[in-house]
């Protein structure tokens, strides 16, 4: 299995939803860092399992959403908590819609909540 992961950090805002969620109710900022690993079992015709420059696009699209921004305030978290789980499979699905990668089978989005925490989403590409 090939595997090619690709990196970008920025700085979001959200406030959790949840019932009695303490001091992550109020407003606040993270430094988030995305991880987007892609996995396949053949290389296309140029020995790429995908073309990096094309994830990097891909992500700058991501950045150019998601950075400085309220998540709560974004359609795609309305009626869900803005968890870093849920965010990491916000950025999995449009990350699915962009990528035009024959080789890829699998993406795999975790998302590092500060350098402390993170969470994972992975599915078919």
Request: glycine share 4%; hydrophobic share 40%.
């Given at each position: 299995?090939?595997?090619?992961?690709?990196?970008?950090?920025?700085?979001?805002?959200?406030?959790?939803?949840?019932?009695?969620?303490?001091?992550?109710?109020?407003?606040?900022?993270?430094?988030?860092?995305?991880?987007v690993e892609l996995t396949g079992?053949?290389?296309?015709?140029?020995d790429y399992l995908v073309d990096?420059?094309?994830?990097?696009?891909?992500?700058?699209?991501?950045?150019?959403?998601?950075?400085?921004?309220?998540?709560?305030?974004?359609?795609?978290?309305?009626?869900?908590?803005?968890?870093?789980?849920?965010?990491?499979?916000?950025?999995?699905?449009?990350?699915?819609?962009?990528?035009?990668?024959?080789?890829?089978s699998e993406a795999t989005v975790?998302?590092?909540?500060?350098?402390?925490?993170?969470?994972?989403?992975?599915?078919?590409?």
């Amino acid at each position: 299995m090939y595997a090619v992961t690709v990196v970008r950090p920025f700085v979001a805002q959200h406030a959790l939803t949840v019932p009695n969620p303490g001091p992550e109710g109020e407003p606040h900022s993270h430094r988030y860092r995305l991880e987007v690993e892609l996995t396949g079992e053949t290389l296309d015709e140029y020995d790429y399992l995908v073309d990096i420059d094309a994830v990097e696009a891909a992500l700058d699209d991501v950045e150019e959403r998601y950075a400085d921004a309220f998540l709560n305030d974004l359609p795609e978290f309305e009626g869900y908590n803005p968890s870093v789980e849920r965010f990491a499979r916000v950025v999995h699905d449009r990350l699915a819609a962009e990528l035009d990668a024959e080789a890829v089978s699998e993406a795999t989005v975790t998302v590092w909540e500060d350098d402390v925490a993170n969470a994972a989403y992975a599915a078919p590409l």
